[in-house]
């Protein structure tokens, strides 16, 4: 592992000790020095028990994760914007307006303050980014060898959008599936740095907030029927539930699927199935085939769109199930991976 620091001295000035997280005048510190100056909103800053927030009367989406990826540091990215994009995804998948996280921190004894820095530095830049608050916040510190480093929840909550209708019940038969650039680039990267492969560098996390992507989505004028992030169980795992949820089978174009040669390489090299491997930066989308046009043309017009690709349709075939057409125009079954073929990539 990368985050395998040395110990230091004792109650050293430099990483993190047991004091930190007991609650009195070191956690105050600890919150003062390495996290208001970073994170510090007017929903934060008065350190209460809870945030209170104003938020538009009607619906809103509310979610929560946690983020345990090693190593803490990856190409492309980091725990800290991980613990922002994967929650704040969450909720633009769903149709929602992300608005606020809470940030649950909990850090091993012995990790560096200039780690701690660097991630929630990350956390602050990602929350910009996505244009959310981190609304309220926690530490908790845990003894040495029994942390990894540090592990982040988050939860969120954002403000439904009016008419959003998301829901796999609409799909019908001949509808189309989205998916809105490269698919597999943050679970091999993170794959990659873990491993120590010498091709690292060149794969990058796609891990990024989806809210600005969504809205260009969503203003389409597309009737759009399903949208999700594939993270964990990747494209495949999206798929599955589809055909599952909706009874009807899911015929996949191979050729039509983004995916780099560097992660094509590297998804070989490790034996595994590009399908299956997780994104933090794309949605899988469904519309009419009548609106795919559309939808397509307007994941375009948005930074993190340029690569959307119509990928596959819905038909009638039973039973229902999953085929992939492969490049060589073969068929192959794909199907929901079975267990955790990559532990903590996120
Ligand atoms: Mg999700």
Redesign the pocket.
Known sequence: MNMDWTPGQAAGNDEVVIAHGGGGEQTRRLIAEHVLPKLGNALLAPLMDSAVLTVAAGRIAFTTDSFVVQPLVFPGGDIGRLAVCGTV??LA?MGAVPQALSLALVLEEGLPFRMLDQVVDSIAAAAREAGVVVATGDTKVIERHRGDGMIITTAGIGVMREGMELSPRRIEPGDRVIVTGRIADHGLAVMSAREGLAFETELLSDVAPLGGLVEAICRAGADLKFM??P?RGGLAGVVADLADDTGLSIELDEAAIPLSRAARHTAELLGLDPLSIANEGKVVAVAPAADADRLIDACRSHPLGREAAVIGRFTEAQPALVELITRSGGRRVVQRPYGEELPRIC
């Open positions: 995804n969450d998948v999700r992030d993270t």
